[in-house]
């Protein structure tokens, strides 16, 4: 690989990050044909590519947000996978260091539970974002393939961001599979893992203020010799 190559690729990395606040702008539909085409070059077991991208974008994300923040305040909460959302020990630190980063740069107080709550239910309406995206993985597949899911998320989220997109995936977003599936027309054989919001960063908004770091590398990597 040439360091100009080099250069855009770790420019590209810099600037995909968990964006929570979008401008109304859309994606030319074009230019979304494109990144999701180039998000098929995600590898995969057997080049299976076992996932199913449902996209919603426009008035039809704002009705589609209403009905999801409409059913979660009701407590209807339908999921394909369990949630657990329980972290011990250093994964914990970072959870909460990551949400106290993010609450602290909104201005929202620890012990502001309704602050926090709205907050929250932005993730239902993609916080703003004029697109979502919506990953299914089939029922007969298991924790290997939901492996090559993330893989095709990993790209899809490269590609928006060397295109000049924002996005934040969410497993927020499977908290409502039923009504998703109903919306979206998608078949019952699809069972949603989570979703991408995307769009056009609002730069404005405080929430997009925040900065996580990342761990040291021999925290994560061993380099065996």
């Known amino acids: 690989m040439s360091t100009d190559h080099s250069t855009a690729f770790q420019q590209i990395l810099d600037n995909r990050r968990s964006v ?11 230019l979304l044909q494109k990144i999701f085409l180039e998000a098929q070059k995600a590898p ?8 199913h991208t449902a ?3 426009g008035l039809r994300c704002r009705a589609l947000g ?10 209807l909460y339908q999921m394909d996978f369990p949630y657990l959302g329980s972290y011990d020990g250093l994964y ?8 106290s ?5 909104m201005g929202i107080a620890r012990d502001d539970k309704a602050a926090r709550h709205e907050a929250f239910m932005r993730n239902f309406d993609f916080f703003g974002a004029p697109h ?3 990953l299914f993985l089939p029922e007969q597949f298991g924790i290997r393939e939901a492996a090559d899911l993330g893989m095709y998320a990993q790209t899809l989220m490269l590609s928006l961001s060397a295109h000049g997109l924002a996005s934040c995936p969410q497993t927020a977003l ?6 998703v599936r109903e919306e979206l027309e998608v078949d019952s054989s699809m069972k949603l893992m989570f979703g991408i919001s995307f769009g056009y960063e609002d730069k404005e908004h405080p929430a997009n203020a925040c900065r996580v770091g990342r761990a040291e590398l021999d925290q994560n990597v061993q380099f065996v010799k």
């Not at 980063?101 to 740069?105: G, P």
């Open 92 to 99: 914990k630190e970072r959870q909460h260091g990551a949400a």
């Open 101 to 105: 980063d993010l609450y602290s740069a």
């Open 132 to 134: 979502a995206a919506f």
């Open 174 to 179: 499977s908290f409502a599979c039923d009504t």
């Open 55 to 57: 996209v919603v974008s």
């Open 20 to 30: 929570r606040a979008y401008t109304e702008q859309q994606a030319d539909q074009i």
């Open 66 to 75: 209403k009905k999801l923040q409409d059913a979660l305040n009701q407590g």
């Open 44 to 51: 995969s077991n057997c080049n299976t590519q076992p996932w």
